[in-house]
């Protein structure tokens, strides 16, 4: 169980249900991309590095997770 390891990064009760309901019933990644806010990308990628290091190491599936919220941040962001 890593909920204590969650809890630590400062997810609510709240948050804490809902990534237990989510882990449940997986969803494709790339649908749940495809209309991500890049101010929200932003705030889920924070998130996501801080969980994908728990056990101090990314594999291929947190890397791609990684990859694709950086994605979502770079479209929202004007070119220079």
Do not use: C, W, Y
């Not at 101010?39 to 997770?65: G, P, W, Y």
Request: net charge negative; hydrophobic share 45%; proline share 5%.
């Amino acid at each position: 169980e890593i909920k204590p390891q969650i809890q630590i990064l400062g997810f609510s009760e709240d948050d804490l249900a809902g990534i237990q309901s989510a882990l449940k019933v997986p969803q494709n990644i790339d649908s749940l991309m495809k209309d991500l806010d890049p101010d929200v990308a932003a705030i889920a990628l924070s998130k996501s590095v801080s969980l994908a290091l728990l056990d101090h190491r990314v594999n291929s599936t947190e890397d791609q997770a990684l990859s694709l919220l950086l994605d979502a941040i770079k479209q929202g962001t004007p070119a220079a």
